[in-house]
């Protein structure tokens, strides 16, 4: 089993729909990060957070550490939001273990 | 643009070939980060330096190698290179080691 699991694996909504991904692990952890990949390939930091919520635009990151999950939602979703999400968390002071990613498409 | 550069951009070569890899990170920040993503593996960490030095190290192959230089660039040296090491290679830097980190565009490299 993985250490950190993401679901869903793929997901397909319509525009304006709001989106939720979601993000378990099962170590210990210092922080979590989201990342958003581009089908470019290019990788951006969305998130980092350690406790509760955290908010950017239309992008709200929750955590829960008692739980161990995390959650990644968008709101008034967009065809230019269609791109893999990575959930990736921080194991000590360095080391990031990533999810499989979520591949998200956003139809018009 | 992350301000984290990464060059070449492609890079295809053979079997048992070496490459290096190099990478900028942005202005200011003295970590650097290695990450391999493979079709099957997906996202892996390899290596990470701060300030010159090793800091941490995750599933870098024997045949890999990297180095930080005084001006904080990094490059990273694979060897005798298999069709399995085809992948993209991802820099990224960040001030201090828990920091956000910021991704380079990343090295594609393919090995025929």
């Not at chain 1, 210990?28 to 919520?53: D, E, R, T, Y």
């Not at chain 2, 070496?18 to 996202?43: A, I």
């Not at chain 2, 005798?80 to 991802?90: H, I, P, R, T, V």
Request: hydrophobic share 35%; charged share 15%; net charge neutral.
């Amino acid at each position: 089993k993985n250490e950190v699991e993401q679901s869903p694996q793929n997901l397909t909504a319509q525009e304006g729909e709001f989106i939720t991904i979601n993000c378990s692990y099962s170590v210990g952890i210092s922080a979590l990060h989201w990342l958003q990949q581009h089908p470019g390939g290019g990788i951006v930091s969305l998130f980092m957070l350690s406790s509760g919520k955290k908010k950017h635009g239309r992008l709200i990151a929750t955590i829960n550490i008692q739980e161990k999950h995390s959650s990644l939602h968008i709101t008034a979703s967009h065809p230019r939001d269609s791109a893999v999400y990575i959930c990736a968390v921080r194991k000590g002071a360095q080391k990031l273990v990533f999810g499989q990613g979520t591949r998200l498409t956003i139809n018009p | 643009d992350s301000g984290v550069t990464q060059t070449p951009k492609h890079l295809i070569t053979a079997t048992g070939q070496r490459v290096t890899l190099r990478c900028s990170p942005r202005s200011g920040d003295l970590s650097v980060y290695w990450y391999q993503q493979s079709l099957d593996q997906g996202l892996q960490f390899l290596i990470q330096y701060y300030n010159g030095e090793e800091r941490a190290k995750g599933n870098i192959l024997e045949r890999f190698s990297a180095q930080q230089f005084p001006d904080l660039h990094s490059e990273l040296n694979l060897s005798s290179l298999e069709l399995g090491d085809s992948a993209l290679y991802f820099c990224a830097s960040s001030v201090e080691g828990a920091a956000t980190q910021y991704f380079g565009p990343g090295t594609r490299l393919t090995v025929l």
